[in-house]
């Protein structure tokens, strides 16, 4: 296929999220070399608005090159060693990864359950963290594949007190949901560019706070991967710029670009952005009847879980999205396959516009199935109404 045959798409799922032009046009820019004097300046001023998304300190905050799996690989194996417990809280697809990567390092991981959809119990977190005195605590934010917000406020005092590390992952909530890295207390926080910075995929931003980089000088083997040694990439983004590797250069770029746009709005203005668009979109679905997984006071504003009615086809209804309107939703994952449709409004995404499509989308192919139900647009109009 060419670029002239692919569709546009809206991109309204759990990510990628929708793209700015000004970002696609700083991904077509000639590329300079990786120790190149103006990549280094570009790489100085990355880091400067990482640590603005962040609301950081921090020196060590750089976007790693790979994905946001990347980011979480290298959060947990740079703070671990073998024969280390951690205490890992699962409850969605996410939650599960970093319990398998913990067990990957040699670790010992200890598992805080909460059904899917639901936030991790605090309580059942300091029982843990008392029982097992591990190295780290590693929770999810924003649990991608149930829509689930997790409060952060409070956990790295606990984590703290036992002279535990925490961890957060922050792929789905950084640059849609208050994160705070300092204020928060938190040791590693790591995300992703494809959702609420609207970047394409391809870069991790993390940050390490000074408990957290001097855990890992005072490792007593070697990071269990070269690539994703934080010992040696710090070289490169500090003021040695020792090579490590070839950075994704006009990734780079894109991510800068997609940063001062963030900026330009502002952290705060972009944060209730998301929230108004997603207090509309719920308003809609359920004018329509329809009902959220997660309850009200755990809501993702970026991610929103919708359950699927009784007797509807969920993939065909997503596929009448897709050919009829151009339209990406996402599908439930694991004990939600089939349950639930998985609307993003991330970053770009996060609009007026879009929640009013899809709304009215939803609706039609939910009537083309024989569902009937009333039309949502105007619960979510009225919400922009009142919220204006």
């Known amino acids: 296929m060419t670029d002239q045959t692919l569709p546009k798409r809206i991109l309204l799922g759990p990510g990628p999220s929708p793209v700015d032009e000004r970002v696609l046009r700083a991904l077509s820019q000639p590329l300079l070399g990786h120790l190149d004097p103006l990549f280094l300046r570009i790489m100085d001023q990355i880091q400067e608005l990482l640590r603005y998304v962040f609301e950081t300190r921090n020196r060590l905050t750089i976007p790693i090159s790979g994905t946001g799996s990347a980011g979480m690989e290298a959060a947990l194996i740079n703070l671990l060693e073998p024969g280390d417990k951690a205490v890992v809280c699962i409850n969605g697809v996410f939650g599960e990864r970093m319990f398998d990567i913990v067990g990957r390092t040699g670790a010992e991981p200890i598992a805080v359950r909460a059904e899917w959809g639901h936030p991790i119990d605090v309580g059942q977190i300091e029982d843990a ?38 961890i957060v992952d922050a792929v789905t909530s950084l640059g849609g949901h208050p994160v705070r890295v300092d204020a928060n207390g938190v040791d590693v926080c790591y995300s992703g560019t494809q959702k609420c910075l ?3 995929p391809g870069l991790s931003p993390i940050t390490f706070s000074e408990r957290a980089v001097e855990r890992i000088r005072s490792r007593r083997q070697k990071v269990q991967s070269w690539y994703l040694d934080m010992s040696m990439i710090e070289k490169y983004w500090g003021s040695d710029r020792s090579y490590h590797h070839t950075a994704p250069i006009s990734m780079n770029y894109a991510l800068l670009e997609a940063l001062r746009i963030v900026r330009e709005e502002g952290l705060e203005a972009r944060q209730a952005r998301h929230q108004l668009n997603h207090r ?46 151009n339209i990406e939703i996402g599908g439930g994952l694991g004990p939600l396959k089939g349950k639930v449709w998985r609307v993003g409004l991330m970053g770009a995404g996060s609009s007026r516009e879009n ?20 039309p949502g647009v105007a619960s979510a109009e009225q919400v922009y109404e009142l919220g204006a």
Do not use: Y
């Open 129 to 166: 963290l008392k029982q097992s005195r591990p190295k780290v605590l590693a929770i999810v934010h924003a649990e991608t594949s149930t829509g689930v917000l997790q409060k952060l406020e409070g956990l790295a005092d606990l984590a703290h007190a036992h002279d535990t590390l925490l």
């Open 198 to 200: 609207s970047c394409p």
């Open 355 to 374: 929640v009013v499509l899809v709304i009215g989308a939803i609706h039609e192919a939910l009537a083309e199935q024989g569902h009937t139900c009333p």
């Open 280 to 325: 509309a979109f719920v308003a809609g679905v359920e004018a329509m009847g329809l009902s959220m997984l997660v309850a009200p006071k755990s809501r993702l504003w970026s991610l929103n879980a919708v359950r699927i009615p009784e007797g509807v086809d969920d993939q065909r209804l997503r596929t009448h999205l897709l050919e009829r309107h």
